[in-house]
């Protein structure tokens, strides 16, 4: 199976910057999309920024110009820089890898990390 572990979650103050990565291990031949999401309490799920396989990048409208979204395929690993934080950017980050193709299967998955709290101080 695929597992997907993120890092990189904290508290900030408002201004301050982080980095999430997240990291996919598994029987993995290729990933097609790479996202981060985020929930904050009381809210649902949002996508926060994906990007695909071969590099094109799509965002929130309420992140652009403030988070970027990069991958390193090799290392099956995406990563999200993040600045000029806000204290309504606080939420638990979910990284997804989506359309997987494993080693041994024609099938394509998706999976889920298990999220990272974030955490910005007004």
């Known amino acids: 199976q695929v597992q997907l572990v993120e890092s990189g979650g904290g508290l900030v103050q408002a201004g301050g910057s982080l980095q999430l990565s997240c990291a996919a291990s598994g029987s993995i031949f290729s990933i097609n999309t790479m996202a981060w999401y985020r929930q904050a309490p009381g809210k649902q799920r949002e996508l926060v920024g994906r990007i695909i396989s071969g590099g094109s990048t799509d965002y929130a409208d309420s992140v652009k110009g403030r988070f970027t979204i990069s991958r390193d395929n090799a290392k099956n690993t995406v990563y999200l820089q993040m600045n000029s934080l806000k204290p309504e950017d606080t939420a638990v980050y979910y990284c997804?890898?989506?359309?997987?193709?494993?080693?041994?299967?024609?099938?394509?998955?998706?999976?889920w990390g298990r999220g990272t709290q974030v955490t910005v101080s007004s």
């Open positions: 997804a890898a989506q359309g997987v193709k494993l080693s041994h299967s024609v099938r394509t998955y998706d999976y």
